[in-house]
């Protein structure tokens, strides 16, 4: 056999991988978990009970509540083992210490962890790509943290928008921590 087809299996794969990669309008960076964080801490801070979400930006325009009905429903179930409402009229069962804080088009760089923070958080106008900064939240530090970016939205009912909302619940609440078993690529 010949270098020539050896490599042409290699080349096809890669092409195939950078057309699929091309195609993508959503990604999701997850930073590495607090050394705290721990799914016993999540279940005690959201199981059975509402988890505050606190949003801060539209990239869309629009009504602050109208656009929290649309983020809200892709959030929902994406806790894995962990029954609860992530709700921005939280009930008296949320814990006061925990929040989900989501920041679309910051308009100053700002470290994800700062999300934590009480005050507001200055967001550009709509329009253009989205980014998004996320964290899960106890008192004013990070838990977890991700930030996620959509190249063309087309708006709160885009499915791409909605995964986008949905891969950053994910990212927030990973199912284990790499290092709890040695960070081996089964973790």
């Not at 986008?164 to 078993?181: E, G």
Request: proline share 9%; glycine share 10%; net charge neutral.
């Amino acid at each position: 056999m010949t270098k020539r087809w050896r490599l042409a299996p290699a080349l096809a794969f890669s092409g195939t991988a950078l057309l699929l990669g091309g195609c993508m309008n959503e990604r999701v960076v997850a930073s590495e978990p607090a050394p705290a964080y721990t799914l016993s801490e999540v279940a005690y801070a959201a199981s059975d009970r509402d988890l505050r979400v606190v949003l801060h930006g539209n990239p869309f325009g629009g009504d602050a509540q109208d656009f929290a009905r649309k983020v809200l429903p892709s959030m929902q179930n994406r806790v894995i083992g962990v029954r609860t409402t992530l709700t921005t009229t939280p009930n008296d069962t949320a814990r006061r210490d925990y929040k989900v804080v989501l920041a679309f088009n910051v308009a100053e760089t700002m470290l994800n962890t700062g999300l934590c923070t009480d005050g507001p958080i200055p967001t550009r106008p709509p329009g253009g790509p989205i980014i998004v900064q996320g964290a899960f939240c106890r008192g004013g530090g990070a838990m977890t943290s991700a930030t996620g970016w959509l190249d063309r939205p087309q708006g709160p009912d885009d499915p791409d928008f909605r995964q986008l909302i949905t891969d950053m619940t994910f990212s927030l609440f990973p199912s284990r921590r790499a290092d709890s078993c040695g960070g081996g690529p089964d973790c």
